[in-house]
């Protein structure tokens, strides 16, 4: 069973860097497309970032500039590099991959605060 894992989330002030990550486990064949989603509260869940085959890479306009994408193919694992961050880029962060269906991870929550 297919199984994503999110980390590196925390408590982090305005301006500063966070780096998140999401390993997959439980994999036969690589991951082409995976995402990472994030949901403040009260709203409604938005794509943050998407890196995709040949790691062709989508952003949120919000985020761009300021996150990066990326993804080791030997670990089977991606990386959300956030810089400059806001207090707007508050919410819990979900990673996503499509293989066949839908996964998600369980969230790691980013809290941007003075």
């Known amino acids: 069973q297919l199984k994503l894992t999110e980390s590196g989330g925390g408590l982090v002030q305005p301006g500063g860097s966070l780096r998140l990550s999401c390993a997959a486990s439980?994999?036969?064949?690589?991951?082409?497309?995976m995402a990472w989603y994030r949901q403040a509260p009260g709203k409604e869940r938005e794509l943050v970032a998407k890196?995709?085959?040949?790691?062709?890479?989508y952003y949120l306009d919000s985020v761009k500039g300021r996150f990066t994408i990326s993804r080791d193919h030997a670990k089977d694992t991606i990386y959300l590099q956030m810089k400059n961050v806001k207090p707007e880029d508050t919410a819990v962060y979900y990673c996503?991959?499509?293989?066949?269906?839908?996964?998600w991870g369980s969230g790691t929550q980013v809290t941007v605060s003075p």
């Open positions: 996503w991959g499509l293989q066949g269906r839908e996964y």
């Open positions: 890196i995709m085959e040949r790691d062709d890479t």
């Open positions: 439980g994999i036969f064949f690589p991951i082409n497309t």
